[in-house]
Nanobody
Framework: VQLQASGGGLVQAGGSLRLSCVLS????????MAWFRQAPGKEREIAGG????????FYADSVKGRFTISRDNAKNTVYLQMNSLKPEDTAVYYC????????????????WGQGTQVTVSS
């Protein structure tokens, strides 16, 4: 299984970005998907996650109401729509996949994308 993330960039505070992550080499609909992020000097943390069918989602408190995770099983793609971005959202964003349920622990995810940089200027 391989994950390819894209969509990062530089944006001003208050702006928006949409990240995409394509899964290949596996049956996408059988994987729970998540977006994690890691800021310099900090541990990797979950931003949002979505169950296989898309019927259940999870968001970190810090992004609730601003970020939306979604998936298109026909396109093998998971998205993270990020609105009202803040400088503290600056981080490398990683997509991740696992066969089990929706969890927030980094080590429980089996596959990882290469990361995409998101930088929010004030």
């Amino acid at each position: 299984v391989q994950l390819q993330a894209s969509g990062g960039g530089l944006v001003q505070a208050g702006g928006s970005l949409r990240l995409s992550c394509v899964l290949s080499g596996g049956t996408f609909s059988t994987y729970t998907m998540a977006w994690f992020r890691q800021a310099p000097g900090k541990e990797r943390e979950i931003a949002g996650g979505i169950w296989r069918s898309g019927g259940s989602t999870f968001y970190a408190d810090s992004v609730k109401g601003r970020f939306t995770i979604s998936r298109d099983n026909a396109k093998n793609t998971v998205y993270l729509q990020m609105n009202s971005l803040k400088p503290e959202d600056t981080a490398v964003y990683y997509c991740a996949a696992r066969r089990g349920g929706l969890v927030t622990t980094t080590i429980l995810y089996d596959y990882w994308g290469q990361g995409t940089q998101v930088t929010v200027s004030s």
